[in-house]
């Protein structure tokens, strides 16, 4: 069994909704439980990124803020 796979997608500069399409196409490519990091520096990400994850019914396991940068982990549902 392999563990799970982490892809980590540089968002930096890109305005809502740029950062939740690019999330969701990188999901795609994505198997079920690995995980999606997403680095943002739109501040408006920390109501869409957790809002895209209720509605896909992915899991948003991290948040956190870095100075300008904002950090989410995404783990692709089951």
Do not use: W
Not at 3 to 11: H, R
Not at 39 to 44: K, N, S
Not at 51 to 68: I, P, V, W, Y
Request: proline share 6%; with cysteine; glycine share 6%.
């Amino acid at each position: 069994m392999t563990a799970p796979a982490q892809t980590i997608l540089d968002l930096r500069g890109l305005r809502c909704p740029q950062p939740v399409l690019r999330a969701k196409k990188a999901l795609r490519n994505l198997a079920a439980g690995d995980a999606l990091v997403l680095e943002c520096t739109d501040p408006l990400t920390v109501i869409d990124v957790p809002h895209f994850c209720r509605q896909t019914g992915n899991t948003l396991s991290a948040q956190e803020r870095k100075a300008e940068l904002y950090v989410f982990t995404i783990v692709k549902r089951g």
